[in-house]
C-alpha cells in the first residue's frame, strides 16, 4: 500500500497570528483542549448543548445519541426544526433581513446582490411552487444547476418543504444524471437552459431532456427551467415550467415545514471503489450543526466577514461551505458563476480585491494551476492586487504540498492569515481533522489535529491503533452528528464499505491513508487506499471509468490508475485492449480521442483520461488479478522494478510503455 508509506517530516511551523490567539472562537490550545476534554468526558452532553443553543428547534429533542442500532445512528430524536427556518427566519427574526446574504459574481463580472430578507422571499416564492407541482415532504428532488443565486434558492427551498433534494454538478453527463435521477427516485428536476463558464455557453436543459428520455424517469412530473442565457431549448409542455413564471405570483411568506431531526436533508452522490456511485444520505439537525460549528471554529467566522467558497454546489464543499454553513451562520459571501481562469488568472486575486474577502477556501489545484499562471505572466501575479482584506485561508480536497502551502501563504496570505487545511469527505457532512487558527500551530502539508469532538485514530489492517509516526487507515472512532447516515437505498453497502467486519465493525473507514507524527500528534493524509483517484480535487472510481471504457464497442477490456499531475494532483492513464488489433499512428490518435469523447459522454468530462495506452492484453496475475501496482509504474515512465515472473504475457508492459511514448495523449 504506496500510500501508507511514510513520507518525509515537515517541520516549519507558524504559530497562530496574535489577532486569532486573541479574538478566536477557540482562543489557545489550552481551549482546544478543554474542549476535546470535555467531550471525552460526556460525549452525549458536549453535543446536545450546542445542539440545543446553537439551532432553532421546532420541537426539542429527547434522546441525544442512539446507537441500539449501529452503525446506523441517530442524533436528536424526538426534535423537529427545518433547516431554511435556520438558514433565513433566524436571521430576519434578529434584525438582520437588511444584511447581505449572497454577493453573486457572473461569468462576464455582473455582480448582483442579495439580502437576507430578499433571500428568504424568493425562497418562500419557489417553496410555494413547489408545492403548487405537488412536491411533497419526503419527495427527492434532483437539482442540474449553475452555480447561481437560483441554485442555492433551489436547494433552501426544497429544505423549507421537507423535500430531499439531490444536486447533480452540472459537468455531469446526461447518462450519469439519469442514473442518480432513477436512484433517488427523483419526483422534480431544477436545472437552467444553459450555464456560463469561461466565456462559454453549455446546455444544461437539453442533457435533462436527453436524460429524461433515456427511460426509468417516469416518476418525474415537472422540470422547473431558470432562464440563464435565454439560449435555445426544446420544450416539453405539461412537463416543462418556467421558473420565473412559476414563481410570479407565489406569495413572499411560506411556513417552514418542521421535520424529524434524522429527516433526509440531501442525497449527493459520489465515487467509490467499486459499482455505481453510492448516494450519501444526510440528516437535518447533526448535519446543520456541524456546519454551524465549523464555520464557528474552522473559520473563525465574525459578523463582518466576507467569506468566498470557490466550491460548486454540486460538490459536498459547496453544500456546507455555501448553500448552509455561511447563511446558518448568518455570513455575507461571495458566489461566483465562473472559472478561475476567465477572463485570465488573476480572476480570483482580482474578485478578493474588488470585493474585500476576509477568508477565502479554495482547492489546492486551483491554488496549484494558478501558480504556473502566474510564474509566466507577470500581470496576474498576486502582487498586482491588494490582498491586504483576507485574513484566512482555507483548503479542502486533496493534500496540499508544502511548497503550494508556502506559496499561498505567502503571496495570498502576506504571511499574516493562518492556511487552514481542512481534511474531510462527502461521508463526513463538514470538517473532521483541520488546525484551530487561533490554537494550532500550522505545518504545511498538515490537517494537524481532530476537530474537538471528532475521535479520529489511525489503526492497522485488523483495527489496532498504530504508534504515531507510522501509517495505517484513518478511522473515526465514534459516530458524530454530521456522519453520513446510510446509502440511499442500500444500506448493506453502507455497512460494508465504511464499517467493515475487519476492523472490528463499528470504526468509521475514512478510505484515506494517514500518518501522525512521532512528536506533535499531528495528522498527514497520505491518499486513499483504495481505487479511487482525485483529480483536480474531484473524486472518481478507477471502476467507473473502466465500466465506462469497456462500455464502447471496440474495447475488450480497460485498466484505470492515477499517476502524480503537477496540476490536478492525479491524473487519469487508461489501459486498453481492444477487440481488434493494436492501433498506430494516426489510427491510434484518433481512438484515443474517441474513447476520450466516449468517458466523457458516459460520465462527464472530468472524467476523461489525459492517456491512453493500448496493448495486446492486461498484465495479469496466474489468478487474474490485474497488476495495477505495474500499470502505475508504466504510466509514471518508471522502469518496471516489480517482479513479472507471474505474468502471463510480459511482452506487453513493452507495449502498455511504447504506446505511451509514441500515442500519448498528454496535454491534449
Ligand atoms: C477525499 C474526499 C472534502 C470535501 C471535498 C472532497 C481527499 C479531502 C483533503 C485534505 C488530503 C483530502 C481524501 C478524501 N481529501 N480533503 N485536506 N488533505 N486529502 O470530498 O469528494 O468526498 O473526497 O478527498 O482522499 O477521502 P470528496
Not at 208 to 235: F, H, K, N, P, S
Not at 372 to 393: C, F, G, M, V, W
Not at 487 to 502: K, L, Q, T, V
Request: overall charge negative.
Amino acid at each position: 500500500m504506496s500510500s501508507m508509506e511514510s513520507k518525509i517530516p515537515e517541520h516549519r511551523a507558524f504559530h497562530p497570528p496574535a489577532s486569532f490567539a486573541r479574538n478566536a472562537e477557540v482562543a489557545g490550545m489550552d481551549a482546544y483542549h478543554a474542549l476535546c476534554n470535555e467531550a471525552e468526558r460526556d460525549y452525549e452532553g458536549f453535543w446536545s448543548r450546542r445542539a440545543r443553543d446553537l439551532l432553532h428547534w421546532s420541537k426539542p429533542f429527547t434522546t441525544v445519541l442512539d446507537e441500539s442500532d449501529a452503525p446506523f445512528c441517530r442524533w436528536f430524536d424526538g426534535g423537529t426544526l427545518n433547516a431554511s427556518y435556520n438558514c433565513l427566519d433566524r436571521h430576519l427574526k434578529n434584525g438582520n433581513a437588511q444584511k447581505v446574504a449572497l454577493i453573486f459574481e457572473a461569468d462576464d463580472g455582473a455582480v448582483t446582490q442579495i439580502t437576507y430578507g430578499e433571500l428568504h422571499a424568493r425562497v418562500c416564492q419557489l417553496a410555494n411552487g413547489l408545492k403548487e407541482l405537488g412536491v411533497r415532504l419526503g419527495d427527492r428532488v434532483v437539482i442540474y444547476m449553475p452555480m447561481s443565486i437560483e441554485g442555492i434558492v433551489a436547494m433552501q427551498a426544497c429544505a423549507r418543504i421537507g423535500a430531499t433534494h439531490s444536486v447533480v454538478f452540472g459537468g455531469f453527463s446526461a447518462k450519469s444524471l439519469q442514473e442518480r435521477v432513477v436512484d433517488v427516485g427523483a419526483v422534480a428536476l431544477i436545472t437552467a437552459d444553459q450555464q456560463v463558464r469561461g466565456g462559454k455557453n453549455l446546455p444544461l436543459k437539453a442533457i435533462v431532456d436527453e436524460a429524461l428520455a433515456m427511460g426509468g424517469c417516469a416518476a418525474v412530473r415537472a422540470v422547473v427551467v431558470y432562464r440563464r442565457t435565454g439560449g435555445q431549448i426544446e420544450w416539453v409542455e405539461g412537463r416543462d415550467r418556467w421558473m420565473s413564471e412559476l414563481v410570479a405570483n407565489q406569495p413572499q411568506s411560506c411556513d417552514a415545514e418542521p421535520v424529524d431531526a434524522e429527516h433526509p436533508l440531501f442525497v449527493l452522490y459520489t465515487s467509490g471503489s467499486t459499482g455505481k456511485p453510492k448516494g450519501v444520505q444526510h440528516c437535518t439537525a447533526g448535519y446543520l450543526l456541524w456546519a454551524l460549528m465549523t464555520m464557528q471554529w474552522t473559520f473563525d467566522l465574525k459578523p463582518d466577514d466576507l467569506f468566498w467558497c470557490t466550491a460548486d454546489i454540486g460538490w459536498v464543499t459547496g453544500h456546507t461551505y455555501i448553500a448552509y454553513g455561511p447563511l446558518i451562520a448568518g455570513a455575507t459571501q461571495v458566489v461566483f458563476e465562473g472559472v478561475p481562469s476567465y477572463p485570465d488568472s488573476g480572476r480570483f486575486w482580482d474578485m478578493i480585491a474588488r470585493h474585500k474577502v476576509s477568508i477565502f477556501y479554495t482547492a489546492p489545484t486551483a491554488i496549484r494551476a494558478l501558480i504556473k499562471a502566474a510564474e509566466t505572466n507577470a500581470d496576474i501575479h498576486p502582487k498586482q492586487y491588494d490582498l491586504s482584506s483576507l485574513r484566512l485561508l482555507g483548503t479542502v480536497g486533496e493534500p496540499i504540498n508544502p511548497e503550494v502551502w508556502m506559496w499561498y501563504h505567502r503571496n495570498i496570505g502576506g504571511e499574516r492569515c493562518p492556511v487552514i487545511d481542512t481534511f474531510w469527505q462527502t461521508e463526513t457532512g463538514g470538517h473532521l481533522i483541520a488546525p484551530l487558527p487561533g490554537a494550532t500551530d500550522l505545518v504545511p502539508g498538515s490537517c494537524t489535529l481532530p476537530l474537538p469532538g471528532i475521535q479520529a485514530a489511525i489503526v492497522d489492517e485488523s483495527g489496532v491503533e498504530v504508534p504515531n509516526g507510522q501509517g495505517g487507515l484513518l478511522v473515526v472512532k465514534r459516530p458524530w452528528p454530521s456522519m453520513i447516515r446510510t446509502i440511499w437505498g442500500d444500506p448493506e453497502r453502507f455497512r460494508s464499505a465504511y464499517f467493515p467486519a475487519e476492523l472490528g465493525g463499528n470504526l468509521y473507514l475514512a478510505g484515506d491513508g494517514a500518518i501522525r507524527d512521532e512528536f506533535t500528534g499531528y495528522f498527514t493524509i497520505t491518499g486513499r487506499i483504495d481505487d479511487v483517484l482525485n483529480v483536480s480535487g474531484h473524486r472518481m472510481g478507477t471502476m467507473e471509468i473502466e465500466s465506462a471504457l469497456v462500455a464502447h464497442p471496440l474495447v475488450a477490456e480497460a485498466a484505470v490508475v492515477g499517476r502524480p499531475d503537477d496540476v490536478t494532483g492525479e491524473a487519469i492513464s487508461a489501459f486498453v485492449v481492444l477487440k481488434r488489433s493494436l492501433p498506430s499512428g494516426d489510427e491510434a490518435l484518433q481512438l484515443i480521442s474517441e474513447l476520450r469523447n466516449w468517458v466523457g459522454s458516459e460520465i462527464g468530462p472530468i472524467a476523461k483520461p489525459k492517456e491512453v495506452r493500448f496493448g495486446e492484453s492486461l498484465p495479469k496475475t496466474r489468478s487474474g488479478k490485474i497488476m495495477r501496482r505495474l500499470l502505475r509504474s508504466i504510466a509514471n515512465g518508471e522502469e518496471v522494478k516489480q517482479d513479472t515472473s507471474t505474468l502471463e504475457n510480459p511482452a506487453i508492459l513493452e507495449q502498455f510503455s511504447a504506446s505511451g511514448d509514441s500515442t500519448s495523449s498528454r496535454g491534449v
